[in-house]
């Protein structure tokens, strides 16, 4: 039966060699390598050993498996030691492996003498052929070299918990537990006079476990994961996480830009007071939000910039982590702030060559406005009115909340008022002056200043102004004398069809020439001049500004007083 036990785990210990090999890793480990291709080795042995019929072949078995004991820990210890951080010179390499092959030499040779084993006798058992041993007088060598390794173990845990280095304590506890309990397990048996050894079950499940722990620090390595940028870019730092935010690895350009990270334990998240935090945490959230994707941070008086992508070197593409890289962009920034200082001194030059455009074209459209008042008898300082006007009707607007009304949007109205009257320069003086009504002919022609008021601003304004600015310029020029109802012109709009800035540009030029003296008539009281635009409200207006008005009633009115000197 144990023959058939032993041959199953031997079959188990020999897949997990095919199960890794097929995972065609891109950095091979050799002393775990040398742990895995030893287990199914020496499991061999012990299968072997549940069929022999001679107690010389027995003795012979004995002596093969002797390398769990010799080679097998050997290499075990050292890889404790490489998870440590701990260099060991080359001559301390020679000097372990030559007493483990002696050792196991030793054994070897004396196979056919009494030295090693005293007596080898083989028991029939149900459960198969049992061995049992009678050690000689040179086992002492064993025992030495057994207390040597519990002795290098001990010292190993000891040293791991007084430098509480950045190694995996998964690794580390994997490999020291294989080993204590297998030692213990190896003492017991030697003592107790075991007939079928268990240690066979513990190769193997410490080869599976082991297996999956190769395979998951395999799969981020950060030797695997950026050999190829390493060949072309070796000044930048690589620092992998898994997606539970897990510090995995980074390489050593990485500890010049974050010294940090050289006490950051590995399968573990970043310390709570650690300032790493906000920069490699901050930045998954955020590309996890799919946002920014780098950032960043001062080391000293260098500026180093983090960028984040995800990373997979399984077949299937599978995302396991997310893998930074950091870069001095010292240089960069310097020249990234001398561009900017130099845009941002042409951005104030042409500022001011703007205003002191803007400022020619102010007073070119006020002047032209000005020219027009003197021309026309009937508007004296209507230009000057409906400006002041304009903004306390604009203003009371956005107060009430009716109309969606942007600070920018009123300043850009009431800049505007000034040039609503601009087409009047076309118009002939004798019918713009003429005291009387004018005749329908006439009033065709009066009406396309309008129009042409539009087309002036365009021209004025075009390649100088922001764009929305000209547009609203545009439409109280052009639109401020349609109607509510579709009766205005230039165009007969109707409703909201006509701009909203238009609309506001109505009340304030209507109730200006109502309440000012012209030619042709008296001024209205405020009380009829009220009473008027309220009517108008739904017909010539927006019924909607009737609220506007009558808000803003007494301000007008106190305007006017104030003007008119009453």
Same mark, same amino acid.
């Given at each position: ?5 032993? &041959? ?10 095919l ?16 742990? !895995? ?50 260099? !060991? ?8 492996? $030559? ?18 084993? #005293? ?16 050690? $000689? ?6 025992w030495?070299?057994?207390? &040597? ?32 309990i ?6 017991i ?15 193997? =499940? ?30 930048? @730092? ?16 990485s ?63 599978? !995302? ?20 900017? #200082? ?21 007073r070119v ?15 004296? @300082? ?7 006007? =304009? ?8 107060h ?18 000034? %040039? ?15 005291? $009387? ?12 200043h ?36 579709g009766? @205005? ?22 109730? #200006? ?19 008027i %635009?309220?009517?108008?409200? $739904? ?25 008119? @000197?009453?």
């Amino acid at each position: 039966m144990m023959s058939y036990v032993y &041959g199953t785990l031997l079959l188990i210990s020999v897949l997990v060699i095919l199960f890794m090999a097929q995972k065609n890793y891109e950095n091979i480990d050799i002393q775990y390598w040398t742990i !895995v291709v030893i287990v199914p080795l020496i499991i061999l042995g012990y299968w072997l050993k549940t069929r022999v019929t001679q107690p010389e072949t027995a003795q012979f078995l004995w002596s093969y498996i002797y390398l769990d004991s010799t080679i097998l820990l050997a290499v075990t210890l050292f890889c404790i030691l490489r998870f440590l951080g701990i260099s !060991v010179k080359p001559w301390v390499k020679l000097l372990v492996y $030559g007493g483990a092959f002696v050792h196991l030499f030793i054994v070897w040779i004396c196979v056919d003498n009494r030295l090693y084993y #005293d007596s080898m006798t083989l028991i029939e058992t149900p459960y198969g052929i049992a061995t049992k041993m009678g050690s $000689g007088p040179l086992k002492i060598i064993h025992w030495a070299y057994l207390l &040597g390794i519990i002795l290098s173990i001990v010292g190993l845990i000891i040293v791991a918990q007084i430098r509480r280095g950045t190694y995996s304590r998964r690794t580390l506890a994997l490999y020291t537990t294989v080993v204590s309990i297998g030692l213990i397990m190896y003492i017991i048996e030697m003592f107790q006079d075991v007939d079928f050894s268990s240690l066979p079950f513990l190769y193997v =499940i410490g080869d599976i476990l082991i297996a999956i722990n190769y395979d998951h620090a395999h799969t981020h390595d950060i030797s695997c994961l950026i050999s190829e940028q390493q060949k072309y870019r070796g000044t930048k @730092g690589y620092v992998a996480f898994d997606l539970d935010g897990c510090y995995l690895s980074c390489n050593e350009v990485s500890y010049e830009y974050l010294p940090e990270l050289k006490t950051q334990v590995i399968d573990s998240h970043l310390k709570e007071n650690s300032s790493l935090r906000s920069i490699f945490y901050e930045l998954i959230e955020s590309f996890k939000e799919g946002k920014k994707e780098h950032r960043n941070f001062n080391v000293g008086e260098m500026i180093c910039q983090v960028e984040i992508n995800e990373f997979s070197i399984r077949k299937d593409g599978k !995302v396991q982590g997310y893998l930074f890289d950091i870069r001095d962009v010292t240089e960069e920034q310097k020249v990234l702030q001398i561009m900017q #200082d130099y845009n941002d001194t042409l951005n104030k030059e042409v500022e001011v060559k703007t205003e002191n455009i803007k400022s020619i074209q102010q007073r070119v459209v006020l002047g032209l406005a000005n020219m027009i008042e003197n021309r026309d008898n009937n508007t004296g @300082g209507h230009v000057k009115r409906t400006s002041d006007v =304009i903004k306390i009707v604009v203003v009371e607007a956005k107060h009430q909340g009716i109309f969606d009304l942007s600070p920018e949007m009123v300043r850009d109205i009431v800049r505007a008022a000034p %040039m609503h009257d601009l087409g009047k320069i076309t118009v002939e003086n004798a019918i713009l002056n003429k005291p $009387g009504k004018l005749t329908p002919e006439e009033f065709e022609i009066m009406k396309r200043h309008a129009e042409k008021s539009g087309e002036f601003v365009d021209i004025i304004l075009q390649d100088v102004e922001e764009e929305h600015f000209v547009k609203i310029a545009h439409n109280i020029a052009r639109y401020h004398h349609e109607r509510w109802d579709g009766r @205005g012109y230039p165009e007969g709009l109707v409703g909201e069809m006509i701009p909203l800035e238009a609309r506001l540009m109505a009340i304030a030029d209507v109730y #200006d020439a109502l309440v000012s003296s012209r030619s042709y008539k008296r001024p209205l009281d405020f009380e009829e001049a009220a009473q008027i %635009m309220i009517d108008g409200m $739904g017909s010539q207006f927006d019924p909607n500004m009737l609220s506007v008005f009558l808000g803003c009633r007494e301000k007008l009115e106190a305007y006017y007083k104030h003007v008119f @000197g009453e």
